[in-house]
Protein backbone atom coordinates (compact mmCIF):
# COMPACT_ATOMS: atom_id res chain seq x y z
CA UNK A 1 0.00 0.00 0.00
CA UNK A 2 1.33 3.29 -1.26
CA UNK A 3 0.46 6.82 -0.64
CA UNK A 4 -0.26 8.19 -4.01
CA UNK A 5 -1.64 12.06 -5.10
CA UNK A 6 -1.49 14.80 -3.33
CA UNK A 7 -0.86 14.59 0.41
CA UNK A 8 -4.12 14.07 2.73
CA UNK A 9 -3.07 17.61 4.89
CA UNK A 10 -3.20 19.60 1.76
CA UNK A 11 -6.16 18.26 0.66
CA UNK A 12 -7.82 19.26 4.01
CA UNK A 13 -6.79 22.55 3.65
CA UNK A 14 -8.00 23.00 0.29
CA UNK A 15 -10.96 21.86 1.74
CA UNK A 16 -11.17 23.79 5.10
CA UNK A 17 -10.24 27.49 2.66
CA UNK A 18 -12.14 26.53 -0.58
CA UNK A 19 -15.50 25.88 1.40
CA UNK A 20 -15.49 29.14 2.93
CA UNK A 21 -14.27 31.15 0.07
CA UNK A 22 -16.93 29.59 -2.38
CA UNK A 23 -19.71 30.39 0.35
CA UNK A 24 -18.24 33.75 1.15
CA UNK A 25 -18.22 34.72 -2.82
CA UNK A 26 -21.99 33.55 -3.20
CA UNK A 27 -23.12 34.57 0.13
CA UNK A 28 -21.58 38.51 -1.58
CA UNK A 29 -22.82 38.07 -4.88
CA UNK A 30 -26.10 36.99 -3.69
CA UNK A 31 -26.46 39.95 -1.17
CA UNK A 32 -25.06 42.57 -3.75
CA UNK A 33 -28.01 41.05 -5.86
CA UNK A 34 -30.11 41.37 -3.62
CA UNK A 35 -29.44 45.17 -2.03
CA UNK A 36 -29.45 45.98 -5.60
CA UNK A 37 -32.47 44.69 -6.49
CA UNK A 38 -33.95 46.27 -3.21
CA UNK A 39 -32.22 50.19 -3.97
CA UNK A 40 -33.85 49.83 -7.37
CA UNK A 41 -36.97 49.23 -5.82
CA UNK A 42 -36.64 51.60 -3.71
CA UNK A 43 -35.54 54.34 -6.10
CA UNK A 44 -38.71 53.69 -8.46
CA UNK A 45 -40.90 53.49 -5.61
CA UNK A 46 -39.10 57.52 -4.38
CA UNK A 47 -39.61 58.44 -8.05
CA UNK A 48 -42.88 57.26 -9.13
CA UNK A 49 -44.09 58.56 -5.76
CA UNK A 50 -42.79 61.58 -6.76
CA UNK A 51 -44.05 61.80 -10.74
CA UNK A 52 -47.12 60.62 -9.05
CA UNK A 53 -47.28 63.86 -6.41
CA UNK A 54 -46.12 65.94 -9.23
CA UNK A 55 -49.13 64.85 -11.84
CA UNK A 56 -51.76 65.29 -9.58
CA UNK A 57 -49.96 69.01 -8.46
CA UNK A 58 -50.06 69.77 -12.01
CA UNK A 59 -53.30 68.52 -12.74
CA UNK A 60 -54.98 70.31 -9.71
CA UNK A 61 -53.23 73.87 -10.50
CA UNK A 62 -54.49 73.80 -14.27
CA UNK A 63 -57.70 72.53 -13.39
CA UNK A 64 -57.92 74.90 -10.89
CA UNK A 65 -56.98 77.87 -13.27
CA UNK A 66 -60.09 76.30 -15.97
CA UNK A 67 -62.29 76.21 -13.19
CA UNK A 68 -61.45 79.83 -12.30
CA UNK A 69 -61.86 81.01 -16.24
CA UNK A 70 -64.96 79.01 -16.49
CA UNK A 71 -67.08 82.15 -15.64
CA UNK A 72 -65.19 84.12 -17.67
CA UNK A 73 -65.73 81.88 -20.71
CA UNK A 74 -69.41 81.76 -19.60
CA UNK A 75 -69.78 85.65 -19.73
CA UNK A 76 -68.41 85.43 -23.39
CA UNK A 77 -70.83 82.92 -23.90
CA UNK A 78 -73.41 84.46 -22.98
CA UNK A 79 -72.59 88.09 -23.94
CA UNK A 80 -70.53 87.24 -26.91
CA UNK A 81 -67.90 89.34 -25.51
CA UNK A 82 -66.36 89.44 -21.73
CA UNK A 83 -68.07 92.25 -19.48
CA UNK A 84 -67.25 93.65 -16.51
CA UNK A 85 -67.87 90.66 -14.59
CA UNK A 86 -65.33 88.43 -16.06
CA UNK A 87 -62.79 91.30 -16.18
CA UNK A 88 -63.47 91.87 -12.26
CA UNK A 89 -62.67 87.85 -12.04
CA UNK A 90 -59.59 87.94 -14.29
CA UNK A 91 -58.20 91.32 -12.44
CA UNK A 92 -58.40 89.38 -9.45
CA UNK A 93 -56.57 86.15 -10.45
CA UNK A 94 -52.38 87.75 -9.87
CA UNK A 95 -50.89 84.15 -12.25
CA UNK A 96 -53.60 84.29 -15.40
CA UNK A 97 -52.47 87.30 -17.60
CA UNK A 98 -54.53 86.74 -20.79
CA UNK A 99 -57.99 85.49 -21.66
CA UNK A 100 -58.75 85.76 -25.28
CA UNK A 101 -61.79 84.22 -26.86
CA UNK A 102 -61.85 82.93 -30.74
CA UNK A 103 -64.83 83.13 -32.65
CA UNK A 104 -64.80 80.29 -35.74
CA UNK A 105 -65.98 82.04 -38.68
CA UNK A 106 -66.52 80.15 -41.61
CA UNK A 107 -64.13 76.85 -40.56
CA UNK A 108 -61.38 79.61 -39.30
CA UNK A 109 -61.12 80.27 -35.49
CA UNK A 110 -60.46 84.50 -35.44
CA UNK A 111 -59.66 86.30 -32.34
CA UNK A 112 -63.14 88.17 -30.88
CA UNK A 113 -62.23 89.62 -27.07
CA UNK A 114 -59.59 89.59 -24.54
CA UNK A 115 -58.63 90.49 -21.31
CA UNK A 116 -54.86 90.93 -20.92
CA UNK A 117 -52.76 92.35 -17.75
CA UNK A 118 -50.92 93.72 -20.25
CA UNK A 119 -51.63 95.85 -22.80
CA UNK A 120 -51.28 94.51 -26.40
CA UNK A 121 -49.74 91.72 -24.57
CA UNK A 122 -51.82 88.76 -26.24
CA UNK A 123 -50.47 90.60 -29.54
CA UNK A 124 -47.31 90.22 -28.56
CA UNK A 125 -47.59 86.61 -27.46
CA UNK A 126 -49.52 85.98 -30.74
CA UNK A 127 -46.86 87.60 -32.87
CA UNK A 128 -44.26 85.56 -30.88
CA UNK A 129 -45.56 82.35 -32.11
CA UNK A 130 -46.29 83.69 -35.66
CA UNK A 131 -47.46 80.56 -37.52
CA UNK A 132 -47.15 78.32 -34.73
CA UNK A 133 -50.62 79.62 -33.09
CA UNK A 134 -52.29 78.62 -35.91
CA UNK A 135 -50.69 75.09 -35.48
CA UNK A 136 -51.92 74.94 -31.85
CA UNK A 137 -55.53 76.21 -32.83
CA UNK A 138 -55.96 73.23 -35.23
CA UNK A 139 -55.34 71.01 -32.84
CA UNK A 140 -57.49 72.73 -30.29
CA UNK A 141 -60.13 72.16 -32.52
CA UNK A 142 -59.48 68.23 -33.23
CA UNK A 143 -58.62 67.56 -29.33
CA UNK A 144 -60.12 70.13 -27.17
CA UNK A 145 -57.70 71.02 -25.10
CA UNK A 146 -53.57 71.71 -25.97
CA UNK A 147 -51.52 72.94 -22.82
CA UNK A 148 -48.15 74.52 -24.26
CA UNK A 149 -44.92 76.35 -23.20
CA UNK A 150 -43.78 78.01 -25.96
CA UNK A 151 -41.63 80.70 -24.38
CA UNK A 152 -38.99 78.44 -22.78
CA UNK A 153 -40.25 80.45 -19.42
CA UNK A 154 -42.70 79.41 -16.87
CA UNK A 155 -45.72 81.00 -18.77
CA UNK A 156 -48.35 77.92 -19.77
CA UNK A 157 -50.52 78.44 -22.50
CA UNK A 158 -53.95 76.74 -22.78
CA UNK A 159 -56.29 76.39 -25.56
CA UNK A 160 -59.83 75.49 -24.40
CA UNK A 161 -62.81 74.59 -27.28
CA UNK A 162 -65.79 75.23 -25.76
CA UNK A 163 -69.62 75.03 -27.53
CA UNK A 164 -72.35 76.67 -26.82
CA UNK A 165 -75.41 75.15 -25.19
CA UNK A 166 -77.01 74.24 -28.80
CA UNK A 167 -73.50 73.20 -30.10
CA UNK A 168 -73.71 75.41 -33.04
CA UNK A 169 -70.80 77.45 -32.47
CA UNK A 170 -67.47 76.76 -31.13
CA UNK A 171 -65.33 78.80 -29.40
CA UNK A 172 -61.52 78.50 -28.35
CA UNK A 173 -60.35 80.20 -25.41
CA UNK A 174 -56.95 81.19 -24.97
CA UNK A 175 -55.41 81.30 -21.62
CA UNK A 176 -52.01 82.61 -20.43
CA UNK A 177 -50.98 81.35 -16.85
CA UNK A 178 -48.11 81.60 -15.07
CA UNK A 179 -46.92 78.70 -13.23
CA UNK A 180 -43.85 79.86 -11.61
CA UNK A 181 -43.33 77.47 -8.25
CA UNK A 182 -44.42 74.24 -10.35
CA UNK A 183 -41.58 75.82 -13.03
CA UNK A 184 -39.03 75.66 -10.34
CA UNK A 185 -39.92 72.64 -8.92
CA UNK A 186 -38.89 71.03 -12.29
CA UNK A 187 -35.60 73.16 -12.60
CA UNK A 188 -34.53 71.97 -9.50
CA UNK A 189 -31.34 70.73 -9.45
CA UNK A 190 -31.01 67.13 -7.68
CA UNK A 191 -29.83 63.43 -8.74
CA UNK A 192 -33.46 62.93 -9.89
CA UNK A 193 -34.52 64.71 -13.14
CA UNK A 194 -38.40 65.68 -13.29
CA UNK A 195 -39.60 66.59 -17.02
CA UNK A 196 -43.36 67.70 -17.78
CA UNK A 197 -44.10 66.45 -21.51
CA UNK A 198 -46.56 66.84 -24.05
CA UNK A 199 -48.17 64.12 -25.79
CA UNK A 200 -45.86 64.72 -28.69
CA UNK A 201 -42.57 64.29 -26.20
CA UNK A 202 -42.03 68.05 -26.00
CA UNK A 203 -40.51 69.01 -22.79
CA UNK A 204 -42.51 71.63 -21.30
CA UNK A 205 -41.01 71.95 -17.97
CA UNK A 206 -37.44 70.64 -17.03
CA UNK A 207 -33.80 71.07 -15.91
CA UNK A 208 -32.22 73.71 -17.34
CA UNK A 209 -31.89 74.24 -21.01
CA UNK A 210 -34.25 71.38 -21.36
CA UNK A 211 -37.58 73.36 -21.86
CA UNK A 212 -39.19 73.12 -25.52
CA UNK A 213 -36.32 69.88 -26.12
CA UNK A 214 -37.66 66.61 -27.50
CA UNK A 215 -37.80 64.10 -24.94
CA UNK A 216 -35.64 61.45 -27.29
CA UNK A 217 -32.81 64.16 -27.55
CA UNK A 218 -32.32 63.15 -23.74
CA UNK A 219 -33.68 59.37 -23.25
CA UNK A 220 -35.28 56.80 -25.07
CA UNK A 221 -38.62 56.85 -24.85
CA UNK A 222 -40.06 53.76 -25.84
CA UNK A 223 -41.41 53.40 -21.85
CA UNK A 224 -44.01 55.69 -23.52
CA UNK A 225 -44.80 54.32 -26.68
CA UNK A 226 -48.07 52.72 -25.22
CA UNK A 227 -49.21 56.20 -25.19
CA UNK A 228 -52.84 55.60 -25.62
CA UNK A 229 -53.32 52.71 -22.66
CA UNK A 230 -54.72 52.75 -19.51
CA UNK A 231 -51.39 52.71 -17.30
CA UNK A 232 -51.54 55.74 -15.51
CA UNK A 233 -48.23 55.11 -13.85
CA UNK A 234 -45.00 53.33 -13.84
CA UNK A 235 -41.33 52.70 -14.13
CA UNK A 236 -38.38 51.25 -16.39
CA UNK A 237 -34.50 50.77 -16.84
CA UNK A 238 -33.84 52.60 -20.18
CA UNK A 239 -30.78 53.97 -21.04
CA UNK A 240 -29.91 57.65 -21.63
CA UNK A 241 -29.10 58.73 -25.40
CA UNK A 242 -25.80 58.91 -24.01
CA UNK A 243 -25.85 55.45 -23.29
CA UNK A 244 -25.91 55.90 -19.50
CA UNK A 245 -28.71 53.76 -17.60
CA UNK A 246 -31.44 55.51 -16.33
CA UNK A 247 -34.35 54.28 -13.64
CA UNK A 248 -37.37 56.04 -15.08
CA UNK A 249 -40.84 56.60 -13.83
CA UNK A 250 -43.48 58.47 -15.36
CA UNK A 251 -46.84 59.47 -14.45
CA UNK A 252 -49.87 60.90 -16.55
CA UNK A 253 -51.04 64.20 -15.24
CA UNK A 254 -54.62 63.35 -16.04
CA UNK A 255 -55.21 66.76 -17.75
CA UNK A 256 -54.68 66.91 -21.74
CA UNK A 257 -51.87 64.52 -22.58
CA UNK A 258 -49.65 65.95 -19.99
CA UNK A 259 -46.91 63.29 -18.67
CA UNK A 260 -44.40 63.40 -15.70
CA UNK A 261 -41.47 62.16 -16.35
CA UNK A 262 -38.64 61.21 -13.70
CA UNK A 263 -35.47 60.10 -14.22
CA UNK A 264 -32.39 58.43 -12.18
CA UNK A 265 -28.83 58.00 -12.95
CA UNK A 266 -28.89 54.27 -11.92
CA UNK A 267 -25.06 54.16 -11.19
CA UNK A 268 -25.67 57.19 -8.70
CA UNK A 269 -28.94 55.60 -7.53
CA UNK A 270 -26.31 52.60 -6.42
CA UNK A 271 -23.34 54.21 -5.30
CA UNK A 272 -24.00 52.73 -1.72
CA UNK A 273 -23.73 49.23 -3.19
CA UNK A 274 -20.43 50.26 -4.55
CA UNK A 275 -19.65 51.22 -0.64
CA UNK A 276 -20.82 48.19 0.72
CA UNK A 277 -18.99 46.14 -2.17
CA UNK A 278 -15.57 47.45 -0.99
CA UNK A 279 -16.29 47.24 2.27
CA UNK A 280 -17.21 43.62 2.09
CA UNK A 281 -14.19 43.15 -0.33
CA UNK A 282 -12.12 43.85 3.29
CA UNK A 283 -13.95 41.83 5.43
CA UNK A 284 -14.05 38.67 2.60
CA UNK A 285 -9.84 39.06 2.72
CA UNK A 286 -9.39 39.39 6.48
CA UNK A 287 -12.30 36.55 7.09
CA UNK A 288 -10.15 34.37 4.27
CA UNK A 289 -6.73 35.03 5.97
CA UNK A 290 -8.14 33.75 9.39
CA UNK A 291 -9.54 30.79 7.72
CA UNK A 292 -6.03 30.09 6.13
CA UNK A 293 -3.86 30.20 9.82
CA UNK A 294 -6.78 28.21 11.40
CA UNK A 295 -7.14 25.61 8.69
CA UNK A 296 -3.39 25.39 8.85
CA UNK A 297 -2.86 24.04 12.62
CA UNK A 298 -6.54 22.05 12.29
CA UNK A 299 -5.13 19.90 9.22
CA UNK A 300 -1.64 19.27 11.18
CA UNK A 301 -3.14 18.06 14.05
CA UNK A 302 -5.85 15.84 12.27
CA UNK A 303 -3.53 14.33 9.36
CA UNK A 304 -1.07 13.66 12.07
CA UNK A 305 -3.52 10.84 13.86
CA UNK A 306 -4.80 9.83 10.49
CA UNK A 307 -1.01 8.93 9.41
CA UNK A 308 -1.42 6.55 12.27
CA UNK A 309 -4.43 5.12 11.13
CA UNK A 310 -2.66 4.59 7.42
CA UNK A 311 -0.08 2.71 9.06
CA UNK A 312 -2.22 0.53 10.72
CA UNK A 313 -4.26 -0.29 8.01
CA UNK A 314 -1.39 -1.20 5.72
CA UNK A 315 -0.94 -3.69 8.54
CA UNK A 316 -4.30 -5.00 8.01
CA UNK A 317 -3.99 -5.61 4.68
CA UNK A 318 -1.34 -7.83 5.42
CA UNK A 319 -3.17 -9.73 7.45
CA UNK A 320 -2.30 -8.59 10.63
CA UNK A 321 -5.43 -8.06 12.54
CA UNK A 322 -3.88 -7.90 15.95
CA UNK A 323 -2.51 -4.04 15.48
CA UNK A 324 -4.37 -1.23 17.64
CA UNK A 325 -4.18 2.08 16.82
CA UNK A 326 -3.38 4.57 20.04
CA UNK A 327 -4.93 7.88 19.54
CA UNK A 328 -5.56 10.50 22.52
CA UNK A 329 -8.25 12.72 20.31
CA UNK A 330 -12.00 12.46 21.45
CA UNK A 331 -13.17 13.87 18.27
CA UNK A 332 -14.39 11.91 15.56
CA UNK A 333 -10.89 10.86 14.87
CA UNK A 334 -10.64 9.15 18.25
CA UNK A 335 -13.86 7.38 17.56
CA UNK A 336 -12.56 6.55 13.79
CA UNK A 337 -9.40 5.30 15.71
CA UNK A 338 -11.58 3.00 18.28
CA UNK A 339 -13.83 2.01 15.87
CA UNK A 340 -10.92 0.70 13.87
CA UNK A 341 -9.47 -1.32 16.73
CA UNK A 342 -13.02 -2.98 17.19
CA UNK A 343 -13.20 -3.29 13.29
CA UNK A 344 -9.78 -5.29 13.90
CA UNK A 345 -11.42 -7.71 15.95
CA UNK A 346 -14.33 -8.12 14.41
CA UNK A 347 -12.66 -9.03 11.09
CA UNK A 348 -11.45 -12.56 12.18
CA UNK A 349 -14.65 -13.08 13.73
CA UNK A 350 -16.73 -12.16 10.43
CA UNK A 351 -14.09 -14.03 7.80
CA UNK A 352 -15.47 -17.18 10.27
CA UNK A 353 -18.79 -16.52 9.62
CA UNK A 354 -18.31 -16.06 6.03
CA UNK A 355 -16.92 -19.32 5.77
CA UNK A 356 -19.35 -21.14 7.89
CA UNK A 357 -22.25 -19.00 5.61
CA UNK A 358 -20.47 -20.46 2.72
CA UNK A 359 -20.53 -24.03 4.33
CA UNK A 360 -24.20 -23.49 4.98
CA UNK A 361 -24.91 -22.39 1.74
CA UNK A 362 -23.37 -25.31 0.10
CA UNK A 363 -25.39 -27.55 2.38
CA UNK A 364 -28.77 -26.05 1.34
CA UNK A 365 -27.94 -26.12 -2.10
CA UNK A 366 -27.02 -30.00 -2.04
CA UNK A 367 -30.87 -29.89 -0.23
CA UNK A 368 -32.10 -28.65 -3.12
CA UNK A 369 -30.70 -31.24 -5.35
CA UNK A 370 -31.85 -33.44 -2.92
CA UNK A 371 -35.53 -32.32 -2.80
CA UNK A 372 -35.19 -32.06 -6.89
CA UNK A 373 -35.35 -36.17 -6.63
CA UNK A 374 -38.05 -36.07 -4.54
CA UNK A 375 -40.41 -34.91 -7.52
CA UNK A 376 -41.61 -37.36 -10.22
CA UNK A 377 -40.96 -36.35 -14.26
CA UNK A 378 -42.36 -33.38 -15.68
CA UNK A 379 -43.94 -35.36 -18.54
CA UNK A 380 -45.53 -39.00 -18.24
CA UNK A 381 -47.81 -41.28 -20.01
CA UNK A 382 -49.35 -43.97 -17.41
CA UNK A 383 -52.12 -46.14 -18.72
CA UNK A 384 -54.72 -43.47 -20.38
CA UNK A 385 -53.66 -40.70 -18.46
CA UNK A 386 -51.54 -38.02 -19.41
CA UNK A 387 -49.65 -36.16 -16.85
CA UNK A 388 -47.68 -32.80 -17.25
CA UNK A 389 -46.80 -30.53 -14.31
CA UNK A 390 -44.59 -27.01 -13.33
CA UNK A 391 -42.89 -26.73 -9.95
CA UNK A 392 -40.85 -23.47 -8.88
CA UNK A 393 -39.73 -23.02 -5.42
CA UNK A 394 -39.64 -19.32 -3.54
CA UNK A 395 -36.46 -20.07 -2.02
CA UNK A 396 -33.67 -22.53 -2.47
CA UNK A 397 -35.68 -25.12 -1.03
CA UNK A 398 -39.35 -25.53 -1.33
CA UNK A 399 -42.60 -26.97 1.08
CA UNK A 400 -44.89 -27.91 -2.25
CA UNK A 401 -44.88 -31.49 -3.44
CA UNK A 402 -46.69 -33.12 -6.25
CA UNK A 403 -46.26 -36.81 -6.92
CA UNK A 404 -47.86 -39.89 -9.17
CA UNK A 405 -47.13 -43.56 -9.16
CA UNK A 406 -48.79 -46.65 -10.35
CA UNK A 407 -50.08 -49.53 -7.82
CA UNK A 408 -51.53 -52.82 -10.01
CA UNK A 409 -54.61 -51.19 -11.59
CA UNK A 410 -54.61 -47.86 -9.79
CA UNK A 411 -53.01 -44.66 -10.29
CA UNK A 412 -52.09 -42.55 -7.77
CA UNK A 413 -51.61 -38.51 -7.84
CA UNK A 414 -50.20 -36.62 -4.47
CA UNK A 415 -49.86 -33.09 -4.11
CA UNK A 416 -49.23 -31.21 -0.66
CA UNK A 417 -47.63 -27.71 0.58
CA UNK A 418 -46.06 -27.29 3.73
CA UNK A 419 -46.58 -24.85 6.40
CA UNK A 420 -44.46 -21.90 4.74
CA UNK A 421 -41.60 -22.27 2.99
CA UNK A 422 -37.55 -22.88 2.74
CA UNK A 423 -35.75 -25.40 4.78
CA UNK A 424 -38.25 -26.44 7.31
CA UNK A 425 -41.19 -26.85 4.61
CA UNK A 426 -38.46 -29.09 2.93
CA UNK A 427 -38.17 -31.71 5.43
CA UNK A 428 -41.50 -31.93 5.89
CA UNK A 429 -41.93 -32.55 2.26
CA UNK A 430 -38.84 -35.03 2.57
CA UNK A 431 -41.07 -37.05 5.19
CA UNK A 432 -43.86 -37.12 3.12
CA UNK A 433 -41.94 -38.28 0.20
CA UNK A 434 -40.54 -40.96 2.31
CA UNK A 435 -43.97 -42.36 4.06
CA UNK A 436 -45.41 -42.05 0.91
CA UNK A 437 -42.86 -44.95 -0.54
CA UNK A 438 -43.85 -47.31 2.69
CA UNK A 439 -47.85 -46.46 1.98
CA UNK A 440 -47.55 -47.10 -1.53
CA UNK A 441 -46.79 -50.69 -1.24
CA UNK A 442 -49.72 -51.41 1.45
CA UNK A 443 -52.80 -51.08 -1.86
CA UNK A 444 -55.23 -48.86 0.36
CA UNK A 445 -57.78 -46.25 -0.13
CA UNK A 446 -56.63 -42.55 -0.50
CA UNK A 447 -58.29 -41.51 2.96
CA UNK A 448 -56.40 -44.54 4.78
CA UNK A 449 -53.08 -43.57 3.13
CA UNK A 450 -53.50 -39.73 4.44
CA UNK A 451 -54.18 -41.26 8.24
CA UNK A 452 -51.09 -43.14 8.14
CA UNK A 453 -49.11 -39.68 6.38
CA UNK A 454 -50.62 -37.56 8.75
CA UNK A 455 -49.38 -39.48 11.72
CA UNK A 456 -45.79 -39.70 10.52
CA UNK A 457 -46.15 -35.52 10.12
CA UNK A 458 -47.43 -35.27 13.17
CA UNK A 459 -44.33 -37.11 14.84
CA UNK A 460 -41.81 -35.27 12.57
CA UNK A 461 -43.06 -31.78 13.44
CA UNK A 462 -45.05 -32.19 16.39
CA UNK A 463 -47.65 -30.18 15.39
CA UNK A 464 -45.63 -27.21 14.62
CA UNK A 465 -45.47 -27.60 11.16
CA UNK A 466 -48.11 -28.90 9.28
CA UNK A 467 -49.51 -29.84 5.34
CA UNK A 468 -52.38 -29.30 3.35
CA UNK A 469 -52.78 -32.58 0.91
CA UNK A 470 -54.68 -33.95 -1.77
CA UNK A 471 -54.36 -37.70 -2.97
CA UNK A 472 -56.81 -39.32 -5.43
CA UNK A 473 -56.92 -42.62 -7.33
CA UNK A 474 -57.62 -43.77 -10.37
CA UNK A 475 -59.18 -46.55 -11.53
CA UNK A 476 -57.85 -48.24 -14.36
CA UNK A 477 -60.98 -50.64 -14.35
CA UNK A 478 -63.57 -48.46 -13.74
CA UNK A 479 -62.68 -44.98 -14.74
CA UNK A 480 -63.52 -43.68 -11.27
CA UNK A 481 -61.13 -40.98 -9.38
CA UNK A 482 -61.33 -41.59 -5.40
CA UNK A 483 -59.89 -38.82 -3.70
CA UNK A 484 -59.80 -37.41 -0.17
CA UNK A 485 -58.51 -34.36 0.71
CA UNK A 486 -56.86 -32.80 3.61
CA UNK A 487 -57.72 -28.74 3.22
CA UNK A 488 -55.98 -28.56 0.30
CA UNK A 489 -57.05 -26.16 -2.85
CA UNK A 490 -59.37 -28.36 -4.40
CA UNK A 491 -58.77 -29.62 -8.05
CA UNK A 492 -60.63 -28.72 -11.19
CA UNK A 493 -62.24 -31.38 -13.27
CA UNK A 494 -62.71 -29.77 -16.38
CA UNK A 495 -65.25 -32.33 -18.37
CA UNK A 496 -64.45 -32.28 -22.16
CA UNK A 497 -67.82 -30.99 -24.13
CA UNK A 498 -69.08 -30.01 -27.30
CA UNK A 499 -67.64 -26.28 -27.20
CA UNK A 500 -64.96 -24.23 -25.56
CA UNK A 501 -64.37 -24.84 -22.16
CA UNK A 502 -66.31 -22.38 -20.18
CA UNK A 503 -66.29 -21.54 -16.27
CA UNK A 504 -69.14 -23.86 -15.73
CA UNK A 505 -67.17 -26.97 -17.28
CA UNK A 506 -64.81 -26.53 -14.22
CA UNK A 507 -66.16 -28.56 -11.46
CA UNK A 508 -64.24 -28.24 -8.04
CA UNK A 509 -63.45 -31.28 -6.15
CA UNK A 510 -64.61 -30.18 -2.71
CA UNK A 511 -67.43 -33.07 -1.76
CA UNK A 512 -65.17 -33.74 1.38
CA UNK A 513 -62.32 -31.80 3.18
CA UNK A 514 -60.57 -33.09 6.52
CA UNK A 515 -58.05 -31.77 8.84
CA UNK A 516 -54.45 -30.78 7.82
CA UNK A 517 -52.24 -33.58 7.94
CA UNK A 518 -50.16 -32.90 11.55
CA UNK A 519 -52.85 -31.52 13.11
CA UNK A 520 -53.53 -33.41 15.35
CA UNK A 521 -51.98 -37.10 15.47
CA UNK A 522 -55.81 -39.10 15.30
CA UNK A 523 -57.43 -37.46 12.86
CA UNK A 524 -59.65 -39.60 11.03
CA UNK A 525 -60.12 -38.70 6.64
CA UNK A 526 -62.79 -39.58 4.44
CA UNK A 527 -63.04 -39.71 0.96
CA UNK A 528 -65.35 -39.74 -2.15
CA UNK A 529 -64.88 -40.41 -6.19
CA UNK A 530 -66.31 -39.52 -9.29
CA UNK A 531 -66.07 -40.60 -12.57
CA UNK A 532 -63.42 -40.02 -15.25
CA UNK A 533 -64.21 -39.89 -18.71
CA UNK A 534 -62.37 -40.05 -21.76
CA UNK A 535 -61.19 -36.26 -22.73
CA UNK A 536 -61.61 -35.02 -18.85
CA UNK A 537 -58.82 -33.55 -17.66
CA UNK A 538 -58.17 -32.66 -13.49
CA UNK A 539 -56.39 -29.61 -12.47
CA UNK A 540 -54.23 -29.59 -9.53
CA UNK A 541 -52.27 -26.94 -7.52
CA UNK A 542 -51.23 -25.32 -4.48
CA UNK A 543 -51.96 -22.19 -3.10
CA UNK A 544 -49.13 -20.14 -4.27
CA UNK A 545 -50.67 -19.86 -7.54
CA UNK A 546 -53.05 -16.91 -6.78
CA UNK A 547 -50.67 -15.35 -4.32
CA UNK A 548 -48.32 -14.75 -7.13
CA UNK A 549 -47.59 -10.64 -6.94
CA UNK A 550 -45.57 -8.50 -9.55
CA UNK A 551 -42.95 -6.15 -8.90
CA UNK A 552 -46.28 -3.51 -8.08
CA UNK A 553 -46.91 -5.72 -5.41
CA UNK A 554 -50.40 -6.05 -6.97
CA UNK A 555 -51.54 -10.36 -6.55
CA UNK A 556 -52.76 -12.32 -9.30
CA UNK A 557 -56.14 -13.24 -7.11
CA UNK A 558 -58.81 -16.01 -8.08
CA UNK A 559 -60.19 -14.02 -10.82
CA UNK A 560 -56.68 -13.78 -13.29
CA UNK A 561 -56.14 -17.27 -12.19
CA UNK A 562 -59.42 -19.25 -13.45
CA UNK A 563 -59.39 -16.73 -16.61
CA UNK A 564 -56.16 -17.57 -16.96
CA UNK A 565 -57.07 -21.82 -16.38
CA UNK A 566 -59.96 -21.68 -18.74
CA UNK A 567 -58.09 -19.89 -21.29
CA UNK A 568 -55.24 -22.09 -21.03
CA UNK A 569 -57.46 -25.37 -21.52
CA UNK A 570 -60.43 -24.12 -24.01
CA UNK A 571 -59.29 -26.02 -26.76
CA UNK A 572 -58.84 -29.49 -24.64
CA UNK A 573 -55.35 -29.08 -25.59
CA UNK A 574 -52.53 -31.70 -24.27
CA UNK A 575 -51.75 -31.51 -20.64
CA UNK A 576 -48.20 -30.40 -21.99
CA UNK A 577 -49.62 -27.27 -23.88
CA UNK A 578 -51.96 -26.73 -21.29
CA UNK A 579 -49.14 -26.09 -18.70
CA UNK A 580 -47.18 -24.38 -21.06
CA UNK A 581 -50.06 -21.86 -21.67
CA UNK A 582 -50.64 -21.43 -18.07
CA UNK A 583 -47.46 -20.62 -16.97
CA UNK A 584 -47.01 -18.07 -19.41
CA UNK A 585 -50.37 -16.49 -18.26
CA UNK A 586 -48.58 -15.97 -14.40
CA UNK A 587 -45.13 -15.31 -15.82
CA UNK A 588 -47.08 -12.04 -18.01
CA UNK A 589 -47.71 -11.08 -14.10
CA UNK A 590 -45.28 -11.84 -12.35
CA UNK A 591 -42.53 -9.81 -15.22
CA UNK A 592 -39.87 -11.18 -12.84
CA UNK A 593 -41.18 -10.42 -9.25
CA UNK A 594 -40.30 -12.47 -6.41
CA UNK A 595 -42.61 -15.69 -5.52
CA UNK A 596 -44.12 -14.90 -2.31
CA UNK A 597 -44.78 -19.02 -2.21
CA UNK A 598 -43.97 -22.07 -3.87
CA UNK A 599 -46.14 -22.72 -6.99
CA UNK A 600 -46.99 -26.29 -7.75
CA UNK A 601 -49.38 -27.82 -10.22
CA UNK A 602 -50.15 -30.14 -12.26
CA UNK A 603 -52.73 -31.55 -14.97
CA UNK A 604 -53.75 -34.99 -15.54
CA UNK A 605 -55.93 -36.15 -19.16
CA UNK A 606 -58.26 -39.27 -19.33
CA UNK A 607 -56.99 -40.03 -23.31
CA UNK A 608 -58.96 -42.70 -23.16
CA UNK A 609 -56.70 -44.97 -24.84
CA UNK A 610 -53.79 -46.94 -22.85
Known amino acids: MKKRGISIRYKILLLLTSIPLITLTVYLVLAMRIFEDDKIAYVFDSTSSMSGTMATQIKTQLNGVLSTTKPIFQDYLSQQKFTSVGNSIFENEYNIETVAAFKDVNGNYQRDATLEKVQQGTDQTIGTLGGRFQTYLREADTQGRVVKVPFNDDRVLILEKVSNETKTRNTIFLVVVKMSESAEMFRAISSQKMYLISGDGTVLFGPENTTGQKLQAIVDPSFLKDAGSKVAQGAETVKATDGTELLVSFAKAGFGDLTVV ?6 KALGAVQILIRKSLIFFGILISLTVIISLFASSGLTHALTDLFAATKKVSEGDFNIRVKVDSNDEVGS ?13 RLMEQTAEKARMESELQTAKTVQETLFPEARAKIGPLSIAGYYEPASECGGDWWHYCQIGNK ?32 DISPAKALELLNRSIYDVSRGRIMMTFFLASFDLDTGELIYCNASHEAPFLMKKGDGPLKKKDLIPLNEVNNPRLG ?6 YEETSIKLDAGDAVFFYTDGIPDIQNPGKEAWGEREFIKALIAANKDYPSVGD ?33
Do not use: C, Y
Not at 519 to 524: E, N, T
Not at 578 to 601: E, I, M, N, Y
Open 336 to 348: LADNFNIMAAEVS
Open 578 to 610: SVDKFAVSFQDHRQGAPLVDDVTFFVVKHEGTV
Open 519 to 524: QARDSV
Open 411 to 442: IFLWIGDATGHGAPAALITSAAKSASTIIEKL
Open 262 to 267: TTVEKA
